[in-house]
Antibody, heavy 123, light 107 residues
Framework: QVQLVQSGAEVKKPGASVNISCKTS????????IHWVRQAPGQGLEWMGR????????TYAQNFQGRITMTRDTSTSTFYMELTSLRSEDTAIYYC????????????????WGQGTLVTVSS | DIQLTQSPSFLSASVGDRVTITCRAS??????LAWYQRKPGETPKLLIY???TLLTGVPSRFSGSGSGTEFTLTIGSLQPEDFATYYC?????????FGGGTRVEIK
């Protein structure tokens, strides 16, 4: 079955960077966009951006422009999201999620989701 | 950015009740709206896309309607497994945005 398995929890100091991985399996890696979404404590879901599996083309939310980089490793079917210049407001659970429909059919509604990675930013 | 406002943010209902959740968009999004269900300790699960298309396997007591700026998710007869938080999400334009969620609890 389709699985998205994320890396473990991270604790970072303000100003540091975090790199979260999302290993995918159970489907054709080249056929679906991957998105990143976060949820801060007591807050709603916030979309961060998406990446294409083939060419690695990215679309980022303006809120994260300049601080976010999404990449993928086609040899391991793994996606990565790096967020730099961390601040306390970046404390959140970060999720990767796959487009429900394949590329060329429809985009931007998400299922399934990875299990989430807690990132805590604290001095 | 397109803002999505869900109402109510919390509702208490009994098994068998008919439940309606509303999602209003700050500008027209055609029918580019999805609904998710999230149970405690789990990740969101997609229920509906294109405002009214149920995913395969989603019980028929769930239905979605609306277009433009006003949308509804209806649970025809609430079941014990339906107690969860529900989110709407628009995909008409970037950035994708989510509603604040509606928590459905047992009365």
């Amino acid at each position: 079955q389709v699985q998205l398995v994320q890396s473990g929890a991270e604790v970072k100091k303000p100003g540091a960077s975090v790199n979260i991985s999302c290993k995918t399996s159970g489907y054709d890696f080249t056929s679906y966009y991957i998105h990143w979404v976060r949820q801060a404590p007591g807050q709603g879901l916030e979309w961060m951006g998406r990446i294409s599996p083939g060419g690695g083309f990215t679309t980022y939310a303006q809120n994260f422009q300049g601080r976010i980089t999404m990449t993928r490793d086609t040899s391991t079917s793994t996606f990565y999201m790096e967020l730099t210049s961390l601040r306390s407001e970046d404390t959140a659970i970060y999720y990767c999620a796959r487009d429900y429909r394949p590329i060329g059919v429809a985009y931007n509604y998400l299922d399934p989701w990875g299990q989430g990675t807690l990132v805590t930013v604290s001095s | 950015d397109i803002q999505l406002t869900q109402s109510p943010s919390f509702l208490s209902a009994s098994v068998g009740d008919r439940v309606t959740i509303t999602c209003r968009a700050s500008q027209t999004i055609n029918s580019d709206l999805a609904w998710y269900q999230r149970k405690p300790g789990e990740t969101p699960k997609l229920l509906i896309y294109a405002a009214s298309t149920l995913l395969t396997g989603v019980p028929s007591r769930f239905s979605g309607s609306g277009s433009g700026t006003e949308f509804t998710l209806t649970i025809g007869s609430l079941q014990p497994e339906d107690f969860a938080t529900y989110y709407c999400q628009q995909y008409n334009s970037y950035p994708l945005t989510f509603g604040g969620g509606t928590r459905v609890e047992i009365k």
